[in-house]
C-alpha cells in the first residue's frame, strides 16, 4: 500500500513557541491530507481539510490561525501550531488521499508542550 | 452530521475466543468503511476496507461485514491472541469526493494468554 510518512516523530518544545510537523506521501500524489488530532484514550478527531494549492477548510472550533496549514505541493502538507500550550499537547495524524478512495495515515507526532 | 459509534469500548477475553466488535453510523449514505488497529502510543494500520457496494471482507481471522441500510458493520476476530490485543477503530467516508474518515471512539481488546 502507499506510504506517508510524519516528522517529527515526537518533540517536546516549550510553551510560546511554534511547531512545524510535516507529513509526506512517498509513493504517490495526494490531492488531499487530512489532519486529525487524538487526545489520550479519544478516537481521532478530524481539524482540517487541505487541497493542493488551495486554503485548507477547518473543522469547526479549530483555530486557523493558531493550526497553519500549508498543502504546497502534491506530496507535503505541513501543520504549524503557533504560540504552543499544554493544552495543545496531544498525537497528530495526517492523511493523504489521491481520490475518493483509500486513505492512507502517517504514523503520527507526539506533540508535548511543557 | 455523521456520527460513529462503537460497542463495546473495552473488551478482555482469553486467548483462542471468536469476538465481535460493533460498528454503528448515523448516515447510511456512506462511499467505505474502514478497521483501523492502533497500538499504544503508535499510528493507525488499516486492517480492511469495505466498498458501500459490498457486504464483506475477509483478511486472514479477520471478517468486516457491512449493513449499509441499517448502518451496521461488524468487525469477527476468529481465534483471538495475546498480539491482537489493541484499539480497534472504525471509521466511514461519506459519498462526497475528498472527504475525510470521521471515526468512532474505538474498542480496547485485551487477549489474555
Known amino acids: 500500500g502507499a506510504v506517508v510518512s510524519q516528522h517529527p516523530s515526537r518533540v517536546i518544545c516549550k510553551s510560546g513557541t511554534s511547531v512545524k510537523i510535516e507529513c509526506r506521501s512517498l509513493d504517490f500524489q495526494a490531492t488531499t491530507m487530512f489532519w486529525y488530532r487524538q487526545f489520550p484514550k479519544k478516537s481521532l478527531m478530524l481539524m482540517a481539510t487541505?487541497?493542493?494549492?488551495?486554503?485548507?477548510?477547518?473543522e469547526q472550533g479549530v483555530e486557523k490561525d493558531k493550526f497553519l496549514i500549508n498543502h504546497a505541493s502534491l506530496t507535503l502538507s505541513t501543520l504549524t501550531v503557533t504560540s504552543a500550550h499544554p493544552e495543545d499537547s496531544s498525537f497528530y495524524i495526517c492523511?493523504?488521499?489521491?481520490?475518493?478512495?483509500?486513505?492512507?495515515f502517517g504514523p503520527g507526532t507526539r506533540l508535548t508542550v511543557t | 452530521k455523521q456520527e460513529v459509534t462503537q460497542i463495546p469500548a473495552a473488551l478482555s477475553v482469553p486467548e483462542g475466543e471468536n469476538l465481535v466488535l460493533n460498528c454503528s453510523f448515523t448516515?447510511?449514505?456512506?462511499?467505505?468503511l474502514q478497521w483501523f488497529r492502533q497500538d499504544p502510543g503508535k499510528g493507525l494500520t488499516s486492517l480492511l476496507l469495505?466498498?458501500?457496494?459490498?457486504r464483506e471482507q475477509t483478511s486472514g481471522r479477520l471478517n468486516a461485514s457491512l449493513d449499509k441500510s441499517s448502518g451496521r458493520s461488524t468487525l469477527y476476530i476468529a481465534a483471538s491472541q495475546p498480539g491482537d490485543s489493541a484499539t480497534y477503530l472504525c471509521a466511514v467516508k461519506s459519498n462526497q469526493a475528498g472527504t475525510a474518515l470521521i471515526f468512532g471512539k474505538g474498542t480496547t481488546l485485551s487477549v489474555s494468554s
Open positions: 469495505i466498498q458501500s457496494s459490498q
Open positions: 448516515d447510511s449514505a456512506i462511499y467505505n
Open positions: 487541505s487541497n493542493e494549492g488551495s486554503k485548507a477548510t477547518y
Open positions: 492523511s493523504a488521499s489521491g481520490g475518493v478512495g483509500e486513505q492512507y
